[in-house]
């Protein structure tokens, strides 16, 4: 099972979620955390990662010999991205902007553009206790989160239960994080923007047709509209996380409430077991031909 934490907004506690629960769940099953954050990452901070190994996230830009090129133009009008130009007798590439199609060495009659590796980013791997941990981190001055974000769920394991931190808003390294998914918590808080927001990731959600649950941080501080909003849409509540000082100075020295709290160790506890229930039941429809909703 593949669970993505979400958030519509920023500060919502996404990370403190994902990585407490991914810790109790690893005391009853083999749990991996994909930290797919890359412009912002820190689970690996939280959850003391032993680290691995990393590798390099390359994407593929154009080349350009100019000793064979004609100066057509015929890439430039085919790029949709606008990521090469012909100005004279000169070709200029923008490999930000370049989403690496393939297509100007496509429609290049005179075979003067190849493609080139270049790094764009890295991904982060290791062990924290018992929790495997890959995470995507993008290189200073890359403007796409993308390749690195897929480049971390290629690394999912299938025989694991998979939990993906995701980039906050609604924006596409959110959607390259939550596509496919069987269920994503979309972590919220009881204030207006946490309402706003959370309307625009349930959205998102329902578009890539991945099931959504909910889980309301800093219950006690705000009012009732966001459980009323849930109420109405027919989303569950699995959790709601109380304001607690004690959270905050855990997480302001980068520890996990969970390890540190008896009190929030049970509260991650009895999530888990609510998250271990719907993956019970995800395979029960898989293994009836049902289809999930």
């Not at 590798?55 to 100066?71: A, G, K, L, Q």
């Not at 199609?101 to 924290?128: D, H, K, M, T």
């Not at 000082?245 to 008896?262: K, M, P, Q, V």
Request: with cysteine; charged share 25%.
């Amino acid at each position: 099972m593949i669970i993505a934490c979400a958030s519509g907004k920023g500060g919502t506690g996404k990370t403190t979620v994902a990585t407490n629960l991914a810790v109790q769940l690893a005391k009853q099953r083999s749990v991996q955390v994909l930290d797919c954050d890359a412009e912002e990452p820190n689970g690996h901070l939280f959850l003391r990662l032993k680290e691995e190994g990393r590798e390099d996230v390359r994407v593929f830009t154009p080349e350009v010999d100019e000793s064979r090129c004609n100066h057509c133009g015929r890439c430039a009008a085919h790029c949709r991205f606008n990521a090469i130009t012909v100005l004279g007798e000169h070709v200029l590439v923008f490999p930000e902007l370049c989403h690496s199609c393939g297509v100007c060495c496509y429609v290049c009659e005179r075979g003067a553009i190849n493609e080139v590796g270049r790094p764009v980013g890295f991904l982060r791997r290791g062990v924290a206790d018992s929790v495997a941990f890959v995470g995507g981190e993008l290189n200073p001055g890359e403007a796409m989160a993308d390749p690195v974000i897929e480049a971390v769920r290629d690394a999912v394991d299938p025989t694991a239960l998979s939990i993906i931190d995701a980039p906050p808003g609604t924006t596409c390294p959110t959607v390259a994080s939550v596509r496919g998914a069987d269920l994503c918590l979309l972590v919220t808080e009881p204030t207006p923007f946490g309402l706003s927001d959370l309307r625009m990731a349930v959205g998102m959600c329902r578009r890539l047709r991945v099931p959504v649950r909910a889980i309301i941080n800093r219950c006690d501080l705000g009012d009732d509209r966001v459980a009323e909003y849930c109420r109405r849409e027919g989303i569950s509540i699995l959790a709601r996380l109380p304001w607690d000082r004690g959270l905050a100075e855990a997480y302001a020295r980068g520890e996990l409430i969970a390890t540190s709290s008896e009190d929030w160790a049970e509260r991650f506890a009895a999530l888990a077991e609510d998250v271990l229930q719907l993956e019970r039941e995800v395979i029960f429809r898989a293994g009836t031909g049902g289809h999930q909703r």
